[in-house]
């Protein structure tokens, strides 16, 4: 009982995520773990109101939507998955039906042959014996033990369902990640024919200067080397976006042909993190919904094992007719039946029946602390997205800063060497510089992106707009 009074205890304070995030040591009282905030930490400096439908609305990006609509619909290995879960669902079923009576319809036809000798005199007989019937069979399940193991099933079903919506949104936080991962790698390789291209209207110019006697050879060299340079990263951006967009393709179900067009610009996300995000929103993650529900079913079992030092008490019954002709199987004056009833109570099993209940006792107290950990992870894992959203926006305006500064220092580096006022030395450096802040911006609006999937991919809310978005109490989802 003070197992229960714990779990029930557990199972309040994580649902709803304001009391203690515990697990229970060997004396079944709980031990807090840790003390979740009403709100986050890392998010009490902004304004917006929540809400809680605000997911792919904030990429306005249709090309993305259509994106994870096919990969819901043709990813094989979710499509896997979802067989696992039917699987799952039939083993309810299971369970249900050793809950009911067994029965079986049975004929059976025989003919006996009997011989005997008297002397030289050999006489015989033949006995034909014709019966139909019907058998029952039934356990009953007075102690609750085969209600617990439904129970447990139904705690089973309800985990791998969750694992499947996790799945999905796993799924879409891929498709989204290697989407964007493309668009960079293009926006990237505009930036390196450009850079390709600079370079070489340098190199230019320092081998007209070299003609001219104000260039030597050791700047030729250079000038040259950075154009080499250049047209290797150029390789190298077109190589890397071809794996995104294969990768992307096998999500998608598709063959992986690269035959994918990334666009060429990056969603800006207008949208700042809503003021007072509730912690409660964790409730609706698959994944803790999967845990709890774990930890359900080894409750069930638990108790399905507490029970098993008593008797089981089985009913049996037959009933139908018999005769020696087939028209007599119709003849309810050869009606045949019996009933009876049993008891068998366990009483040397060499400690199988003590050992299984320390093992569901093992895997209940392996549950509560899976599910602990899983609700600090996920704690952890939406403080770290918000803190990184918030550091990433600060870095963005550093470095929009240095780039505008480099441009500037770039034009200015090549009007005073033109001039002969500077070596080309600071003409290149300024150039590498320039072009090395551009593409950390590039890179820099990409990681934006994907921080806010993490944090979107943290809360647990869908990809997809549905009218269920609003946050559920964790294991409160029901089978259909």
């Known amino acids: 009982m003070s197992r229960f009074v714990s779990f029930a205890f557990l199972v309040v304070s994580l649902a709803a995520f304001s009391g203690c995030v515990g697990a229970l040591d060997r004396t079944g009282r709980p031990r807090v773990a840790a003390m979740p905030p009403e709100s986050w930490t890392a998010a009490r400096n902004s304004a917006a109101p929540y809400r809680p439908d605000a997911w792919l609305d904030d990429f306005r990006d249709a090309t993305l939507r259509g994106l994870i609509e096919e990969a819901l619909q043709y990813n094989h290995n979710l499509a896997a998955a979802?067989?696992?879960?039917?699987?799952?669902?039939?083993?309810?079923?299971l369970q249900t039906a050793s809950r009911l009576p067994q029965i079986d319809a049975n004929a059976n036809a025989s003919r006996t042959q009997r011989t005997s000798s008297s002397g030289f005199q050999i006489t015989g007989s033949r006995t034909n014996n014709y019966n139909v019937g019907v058998a029952v069979n039934w356990e009953l399940d007075v102690w609750g033990r085969r209600r617990h193991r439904v129970n447990a099933a139904v705690a089973d079903f309800l985990s791998t369902r969750a694992g499947f919506e996790a799945a999905q949104l796993s799924l879409a936080a891929a498709v989204a990640r290697l989407w964007y991962t493309a668009v960079e790698s293009r926006l990237q390789i505009?930036?390196?024919?450009?850079?390709?291209?600079?370079?070489?209207?340098?190199?230019?110019?320092?081998?007209?200067?070299?003609?001219?006697?104000?260039?030597?050879?050791?700047?030729?060299?250079l000038a040259r080397a950075d154009v080499a340079n250049a047209q290797s990263d150029l390789i190298v951006r077109r190589r890397v976006m071809d794996d995104n967009l294969r990768s992307l393709e096998v999500l998608l179900g598709r063959y992986p042909a690269a035959e994918i067009s990334a666009d060429t610009v990056l969603p800006e996300i207008t949208s700042v993190v809503p003021a007072g995000l509730p912690s409660e929103l964790l409730s609706r993650r698959p994944d803790l919904i999967a845990a709890h529900q774990t930890l359900e079913a080894a409750l069930e079992r638990q108790e399905d094992e507490s029970r098993n030092y008593l008797p089981d008490i089985r009913l049996t019954g037959n009933g139908g007719t018999s005769g020696d002709a087939l028209r007599n199987l119709l003849?309810?004056?050869?009606?045949?039946?019996?009933i009876a009833g049993g008891l068998v109570q366990p009483v040397f099993r060499g400690g199988t029946l003590a050992a299984r209940r320390t093992v569901s006792h093992a895997a209940y107290d392996a549950a509560v602390a899976?599910?602990?950990?899983?609700?600090?992870v996920a704690f952890s894992e939406v403080e770290r997205a918000l803190v990184a959203g918030a550091t990433l926006e600060e870095q963005r305006s550093a470095l929009d800063a240095a780039r505008t500064e480099l441009t500037q220092?770039?034009?200015?580096?090549?009007?005073?060497?033109?001039?002969?006022?500077?070596?080309v030395n600071t003409v290149l450096s300024t150039q590498r510089q320039t072009f090395a802040a551009e593409s950390a911006v590039i890179a820099l609006r990409n990681s934006q992106l994907q921080r806010r999937l993490d944090l979107y991919l943290a809360l647990g809310g869908p990809f997809l707009p549905s009218s269920d978005d609003a946050a559920a109490p964790v294991g409160s989802t029901k089978p259909e």
């Open 82 to 93: 979802r067989a696992r879960m039917e699987a799952v669902f039939a083993g309810i079923r």
């Open 190 to 221: 505009e930036l390196a024919e450009r850079r390709v291209s600079s370079f070489k209207n340098s190199l230019d110019i320092i081998e007209t200067g070299q003609r001219a006697g104000t260039s030597s050879a050791l700047d030729v060299h």
């Open 331 to 338: 003849n309810w004056n050869f009606l045949v039946w019996n």
């Open 370 to 376: 899976d599910y602990a950990h899983a609700v600090l």
């Open 409 to 423: 220092a770039e034009v200015l580096a090549l009007e005073r060497y033109r001039k002969g006022l500077e070596d």
